[in-house]
């Protein structure tokens, strides 16, 4: 990789010209084509297939094909209500999931567990992974869920995946070796 | 002939109570003999009740053990004499019935107390009632003796309480932390 060869230099402290362009070619792509797994649970499953459908046509922010496939996936689209039974199966998805990946938790539910304050329903799925946008509404509109959408884009044009995996090395063994 | 004549003759001395509401009939039984109650109710020539739209749980906890309104000044002697009075069973168990031949519809009751849980299965006679049997044992914890395959049906297998009791935390007592995945 090229930031390691940097960093074995000794040259570059910061994250680079060479670092930044290429992160910035990284994210371009990343940006144009966030491929979403579509995890519809309840009513803002229905609301969701209508922004991927053509009236709203989420395909315009590059969610091209929605990826049934987590290992294919980019973005978890996590609509409607997750029960504490379903946890698990929730879970294993996104343990599914290769890196770089995003969570969008869609809809009162997702976010905090809606009207459902029950033995049953899970809080907020953030109880069980990290997530990105919350999207509220009961359900959202689809307006909604493409605002989201653009907001997980502008997350991934500030993102630094080179940096953060070259800082990721000098913390490591292997970077202790090279003398910075 | 009214319907309520018919139950009544129909069942006969089986009946513990029977009330109308609105036109609702609610036939309470003995537990130990619903299969046999079910049984002359569905095989009569004129109810043939042979449809089971519902059968559910029910727990009376919070109703027969609410706390009494403040009695007025004066009324606190008639107060005290209604305290040792025996609460009836906890539980209930009741069977919607529907008569597809004339349509009429008929509710039947047995209750169920809390130390002895058990109720013999109905699936023999209706097999509507085998998915909710197992809800009624999820929710409740009763067990219906002959049901062919009495697990849980909404929650996990290894889910530790009886979530619809009225003794149970509206939001759980957090069991999830236990469950686990992958294999």
């Given amino acids: 990789m090229a930031d390691n060869k940097d960093n074995n230099s000794g040259v570059i402290k910061g994250p680079g010209w060479i670092l930044t362009k290429l992160e910035w070619l990284i994210n371009w792509g990343r940006k144009r084509s966030p491929w979403p797994f579509p995890y519809g649970t309840a009513c803002c499953g229905i609301e969701m297939m209508a922004t991927l459908a053509s009236g709203y046509d989420m395909a315009r922010f590059g969610a091209e094909r929605v990826s049934f496939s987590p290992r294919q996936a980019d973005i978890l689209l996590e609509a409607g209500t997750i029960t504490k039974k379903m946890v698990p199966v929730l879970r294993r998805i996104y343990d599914q999931m290769a890196e770089p990946k995003w969570v969008i938790a869609m809809g009162a539910c997702a976010c905090s567990g809606g009207v459902f304050r029950s033995y049953s329903t899970l809080q907020g799925i953030d109880k069980v992974i990290p997530v990105d946008v919350y999207i509220p509404g009961c359900p959202p509109r689809p307006e909604g869920l493409l605002y989201g959408l653009l907001k997980i884009i502008e997350r991934i044009e500030k993102d630094h995946p080179l940096y953060k995996e070259a800082m990721k090395f000098k913390e490591s063994e292997g970077g202790r070796i090279c003398n910075f | ?183």
């Fill in chain 2, 1 to 183: 002939m009214q319907l309520l004549e018919r139950i009544k003759g129909c069942l006969g001395g089986l009946i513990i109570d029977i009330s109308e509401f609105h036109g609702d009939i609610a036939v309470e039984v003995d537990r130990f003999k619903i299969v046999e109650a079910l049984t002359r109710l569905r095989d009569d020539e004129s109810l043939s009740m042979n449809f089971l739209s519902d059968l559910f749980g029910l727990d009376n906890k919070a109703f027969y053990e609410k706390p009494k309104k403040k009695a007025k000044k004066g009324d606190a002697e008639g107060e005290e004499e209604e305290k040792p009075k025996e609460l009836p069973p906890r539980f209930e168990v009741v069977y919607l019935l529907l008569s597809l031949k004339t349509n009429e519809r008929m509710m039947v009751k047995i209750r169920v107390p809390e130390d002895d849980l058990e109720v013999s299965s109905v699936t023999s006679l209706y097999k509507a009632a085998t998915w909710p049997e197992r809800e009624a044992f999820d929710m409740f914890g009763i067990r219906f003796k002959g049901h062919p395959n009495l697990k849980r049906l909404l929650m996990w297998d290894d889910f530790p309480a009886y979530p619809l009791r009225k003794d149970y935390p509206l939001e759980g007592r957090g069991e999830e932390r236990s469950l686990v995945y992958g294999d």
